[in-house]
């Protein structure tokens, strides 16, 4: 009888403990072997917050280049920025933008300066209008986590359909707004690590100026990818390719976290390949109903090994 009661403890015991991993292991990789999938989380991470903090760069390059009508119409600003305007030469502005605060919203801090170089003739609104936006030091840190990133590097900001973004909903026959943005960009994080990589990222605005949508797409080529909205060297020293294969959704209303859509980084000198699918809840669950996102899914091969994590925005 002893035994028998031994044996059914036994049992309950390896069940108890199986329901015990099985809920710790929601948020953790789930490998097939042992697998290390740092550098794959690493490269997720870093796609998702450097992007965020390159948008709020154009997006304020966005604002400074509209004219008075729209900084009255808006909203906001660029907060706590210091706004410099040089006189023009050989028929160039530039425009400089020094951060040293909070954001509008303040979840991030910002220091350092975004530069614009415009031709003083032609209009931001102008079809075909481009500028050179120069990150010097352009440091934000988010205020949730603490962690930090340093960004430098020159990119080209293009109007490519023309009008001004609030347009959108006031003029009807403005139904969108198409900006290209290019350029290479260098990230320096708080742990000494760098990463390096172009960019060639397509931005289609709609809705209205206090409830904008920001559609992505890649328009990059190479290393025979195609698709590509950023290409280069990530911290392991890895090349890793990053192709768009189904549009990245933002909203205005969601802090502009990515809402849906989907991505893969690929690194094929070691086999490894992420897909990023966002638009999740807290729960790990896909979010139907419209709500915002608070994380995102990464399906991961390495080699002949697969498995699935989730992380927060």
Partial sequence: MKTKNLFRFGLLMIAVMTLIFTGCSKDKTI????????????LANDENNVENASDQACNDANYELSPVTLKSTESGGPCN??????????DTITIDINYHGKDCNGSHIRTGDVIIKK??????????????VILDNFTITKVSTGKS??????????????????ELGLDSAVTSIVHRV???????????????????RQRTFTGSLIN???TIDGFGTAGGYTNLVTWGINRNGEQ??????????????????????????????????ATITYG???NNNLITDGSCPTRYRVDWVIGNKSGTFFLPL
């Avoid at 072997?33 to 794959?40: D, I, K, M, P, R």
């Avoid at 031709?119 to 050179?132: D, L, M």
């Avoid at 290019?182 to 060639?200: E, K, P, Y």
């Fill in 212 to 214: 904008l949508v920001m």
């Fill in 182 to 200: 290019w350029g290479a960009i260098t990230a320096h994080f708080d742990n000494n690590t760098t990463r390096s990589w172009n960019i060639a």
């Fill in 119 to 132: 031709r003083y003739q032609e209009p931001w609104g102008q079809a075909g209008t481009t500028v050179i």
């Fill in 31 to 42: 490998t097939k072997g042992t697998v290390n999938t740092e550098s794959l989380q690493q």
């Fill in 240 to 273: 890793f390719y990053s192709n768009i294969t189904q549009s990245v959704v933002h909203k205005q209303v969601c802090d502009w976290d990515p809402c849906s859509g989907i991505i893969v980084h690929e690194i094929p000198s070691a086999s490894k390949s």
């Fill in 81 to 90: 920025t210091t706004v410099t305007i040089s006189p023009v030469v050989n």
């Fill in 149 to 166: 990133m340093t960004l430098n590097g020159t990119k080209h900001f293009e109007n490519v359909s023309g009008h001004y973004l609030f």
């Fill in 280 to 282: 999740y809840d807290s």
